[in-house]
């Protein structure tokens, strides 16, 4: 525990461009096992790309007909030092080279009351959002994994990375390196071997169980001394059912 402390201290440092010489662009290993995925076959066309009108790109996966999860830092505007409002957001299925299936606009968002966007290291376990989609989404849902993803456990992380922007990419050779969940609220963070940089924020980290893809985190950065990090939402199922309510 006194190790998983010491890194949650350096969670200021997320998506720091100064990391180790052997990255490509930060959070992806010399050796990058990333591929480009078919955007039309499961589970990869649950996987959306989420836009806001201030140019901001990240990644949220379909978990519901109308809900789709993403990280709460790509909604905030640092600016005005607020969390941009539901009709500032836009979610695109099927995205690629700048062509998309489906665009759907954002009519309410759940977003943790401890998430401070102005303290990222600190709210790191608050940093997850959930979106409630304009109308259902065309896709296959992805549901959430019984439980967080677990050290040991062989994952895959998928997401729209900064340097290939206007591609869905995929790394399935990848592991949970360790997890931990400190005193105090806020979700489980996990930290994995996974290759993904800016823009895979909100991304699902994949586990498979009983052959099925599921949902086992929430891809929200890098640290400067354990490699890429997702978090396990915390109040998630009680985000679901409200904003599922009628």
């Given at each position: 525990m006194?190790?998983?402390?010491?890194?949650?201290?350096?969670?200021?440092?997320?998506?720091?461009?100064?990391?180790?010489?052997?990255?490509?662009?930060?959070g992806v290993a010399a050796d990058d096992s990333r591929q480009i995925v078919d955007?039309?076959?499961?589970?990869?066309?649950?996987?959306?790309?989420?836009?806001?009108?201030?140019g901001g790109k990240c990644t949220g996966t379909v978990i519901g007909p109308r809900l789709v999860l993403t990280a709460a830092h790509c909604l905030y505007n640092p600016r005005t030092r607020r969390l941009l409002a539901a009709g500032s957001l836009h979610v695109l299925l099927g995205y690629e080279r700048g062509d998309y299936?489906?665009?759907?606009?954002?009519?309410?968002?759940?977003?943790?009351?401890?998430?401070?966007?102005?303290k990222p290291g600190e709210s790191v376990r608050h940093d997850w959002a959930l979106l409630r989609l304009s109308a259902p989404a065309d896709v296959p849902v992805l549901a959430p994994a019984s439980r967080a993803a677990a050290s040991g456990d062989s994952v895959a992380l998928a997401g729209f990375s900064q340097d290939r922007v206007h591609l869905l990419m995929a790394d399935r050779d990848c592991a949970v390196t360790a997890q931990g969940k400190p005193a105090g609220p806020g979700g489980m963070l996990i930290f994995h071997s996974c290759s993904a940089s800016r823009g895979t924020s909100g991304g699902p980290l994949?586990?498979?169980?009983?052959?099925?893809?599921?949902?086992?985190?929430?891809?929200?950065g890098i640290t400067a001394q354990a490699g890429n990090l997702a978090i396990w939402p915390d109040g998630l199922d009680g985000a679901i059912k409200a904003l599922s309510a009628p």
């Open positions: 006194r190790r998983l402390t010491t890194l949650i201290l350096t969670l200021a440092t997320l998506a720091s461009p100064g990391l180790a010489q052997d990255m490509r662009a930060p955007i039309t076959g499961p589970p990869w066309n649950s996987i959306a790309r989420v836009q806001t009108n201030i299936k489906t665009h759907l606009t954002v009519d309410a968002l759940h977003v943790p009351t401890a998430y401070d966007g102005t994949l586990v498979r169980t009983d052959g099925q893809w599921r949902l086992g985190g929430v891809n929200v």
